[in-house]
């Protein structure tokens, strides 16, 4: 069991995400690995293949070591559980199924904005609505990387390694007590761990700030791109709505990426929706038909339902909001888009 007394950036990045649980989150280790070691590998890759059949997009190999790791905490009558306890979850929250029907996928959509167009899932809640997302694009060395998620802004935080946020997530600077949850260090070494984790993170790669943009992660430049469209599939387009335009992608872009759509599930579903909402019909098809062609059978769904609404604009539906409701959210689109996000495709 790692020693959080004596641990180093050396030490943490030999260790496993097991290590690091069994330290900090499992309320009892031996049952804990225990249930671990009953883990059927084959459910596992079953799980991944599943994940990449549905969305398209082929995972970190960390997500398996991390998906045994939620099998051996899921037990609500473990002493280990610690998904729901005290005001933190602990649940990765992505789709392996795709919806029943067209209808439960258009529901679906705005809750799932980050999944569909950056590859990021919620990973953690805690009781005040801040979140982590896990995203499922490769970081370096296959890890798998977590955004704190600013929700007042809608912005991502600068990265952190999984096995940086299970460390400094759970750590209390709380004087330890023997009755209380691991991770209870006291106020020195809690200071102490976090530049341990911190100093993991450099001496892996990950980026620790977004000054330059040839080093963010690849879901970083995703969302930041596609943020404008989470208000917009709920019906309510932001008041930021122009500002958050400026940092979508154009023409230019478009006609790069189009020849990439058939391949690329999260750029065909951003670009499906996003021309339908820009009201770029017959870019908005020509988006469709490449989801048409997509392995990703999520995408292929996204452009059965939108190909629905522009052959019926009047049966287009997004959970609550109706043709007309979404009518209104097209028209403000196109009035605060840029001209060559309008420009005829």
Same mark, same amino acid.
């Given at each position: 069991?790692?020693?959080?007394?004596?641990?180093? /950036?050396?030490?943490?990045?030999?260790? *496993?995400?097991?290590?690091?649980?069994?330290?900090?989150?499992? %309320? +009892?280790?031996? %049952?804990?690995?225990?249930?671990?070691?009953?883990?059927?590998?084959?459910?596992?890759?079953?799980? !991944? &293949?599943?994940?990449?059949?549905?969305?398209?997009? *082929?995972?970190?190999?960390?997500?398996?070591?991390?998906? #045994?790791?939620?099998? #051996?905490?899921?037990? %609500?009558?473990?002493?280990?559980?610690?998904?729901?306890?005290?005001?933190?979850?602990?649940?990765?929250?992505?789709?392996?199924?795709?919806?029943?029907?067209?209808?439960?996928?258009?529901?679906?959509?705005? *809750?799932?904005?980050?999944?569909?167009?950056?590859?990021?899932?919620?990973? *953690?809640?805690?009781?005040?609505?801040?979140?982590?997302?896990?995203?499922?694009?490769? $970081?370096? +060395?296959?890890?798998?990387?977590?955004?704190?998620?600013?929700?007042?802004?809608?912005?991502?935080?600068? &990265? @952190?390694?999984?096995?940086?946020?299970?460390?400094?997530?759970?750590?209390?600077?709380?004087?330890?007590?023997?009755?209380?949850?691991?991770?209870?260090?006291?106020?020195?070494?809690?200071?102490?761990?976090?530049? !341990? &984790?911190?100093? @993991?993170?450099?001496?892996?790669?990950?980026? $620790?700030?977004?000054?330059?943009?040839?080093?963010?992660?690849?879901?970083?430049?995703? @969302?930041?791109?596609?943020?404008?469209?989470?208000? !917009?599939?709920?019906?309510?387009?932001?008041?930021?709505?122009?500002?958050?335009?400026?940092?979508?992608?154009?023409?230019?872009?478009?006609? =790069?990426?189009?020849?990439?759509?058939?391949? @690329?599930?999260?750029?065909?579903?951003?670009?499906?929706?996003?021309?339908?909402?820009? $009201?770029?019909?017959?870019?908005?098809?020509?988006?469709?038909?490449? $989801?048409?062609?997509?392995?990703?059978?999520?995408?292929?769904?996204?452009?059965?339902?939108?190909?629905?609404?522009?052959? !019926?604009?009047?049966? &287009?539906?997004?959970?609550?909001?109706?043709? /007309? =409701?979404?009518? %209104?959210?097209?028209? #403000? =689109?196109? #009035?605060?888009?840029?001209?060559?996000?309008?420009?005829?495709?």
């Amino acid at each position: 069991m790692l020693d959080l007394e004596t641990l180093t /950036p050396a030490t943490l990045l030999s260790a *496993s995400l097991a290590d690091i649980v069994e330290a900090v989150v499992a %309320r +009892d280790p031996a %049952r804990f690995r225990s249930q671990l070691a009953s883990v059927a590998p084959a459910g596992l890759q079953a799980r !991944v &293949a599943d994940i990449h059949g549905l969305l398209g997009i *082929s995972p970190p190999a960390q997500l398996q070591e991390w998906e #045994a790791i939620q099998q #051996a905490l899921a037990s %609500r009558e473990s002493a280990d559980s610690i998904w729901n306890s005290e005001d933190r979850s602990l649940r990765l929250d992505v789709l392996s199924r795709m919806p029943e029907d067209l209808e439960a996928l258009a529901a679906l959509l705005p *809750s799932y904005s980050e999944g569909l167009f950056a590859g990021l899932f919620v990973l *953690s809640e805690d009781a005040s609505g801040d979140r982590a997302l896990l995203s499922l694009l490769s $970081g370096p +060395d296959q890890v798998l990387l977590v955004f704190p998620y600013a929700h007042g802004r809608g912005t991502l935080r600068a &990265a @952190h390694s999984l096995k940086n946020f299970l460390l400094t997530a759970w750590l209390s600077d709380n004087a330890p007590e023997s009755d209380e949850a691991p991770g209870w260090v006291g106020d020195t070494r809690y200071e102490a761990l976090q530049e !341990v &984790a911190r100093e @993991h993170d450099v001496q892996l790669g990950v980026p $620790g700030t977004r000054e330059h943009a040839s080093i963010i992660p690849h879901s970083a430049r995703l @969302h930041a791109r596609s943020r404008w469209m989470s208000s !917009v599939l709920w019906g309510r387009p932001s008041p930021r709505l122009k500002e958050y335009l400026e940092h979508a992608p154009g023409d230019a872009e478009w006609k =790069v990426e189009q020849k990439d759509l058939s391949g @690329h599930a999260l750029l065909a579903n951003y670009w499906i929706l996003a021309h339908y909402f820009l $009201g770029n019909e017959e870019a908005c098809r020509a988006a469709v038909a490449a $989801g048409h062609q997509n392995a990703a059978e999520l995408t292929r769904g996204l452009a059965r339902l939108v190909d629905g609404w522009l052959a !019926v604009p009047s049966s &287009a539906r997004i959970g609550e909001s109706d043709a /007309p =409701v979404l009518e %209104r959210a097209r028209q #403000a =689109v196109a #009035a605060s888009a840029r001209p060559d996000q309008r420009s005829s495709r």
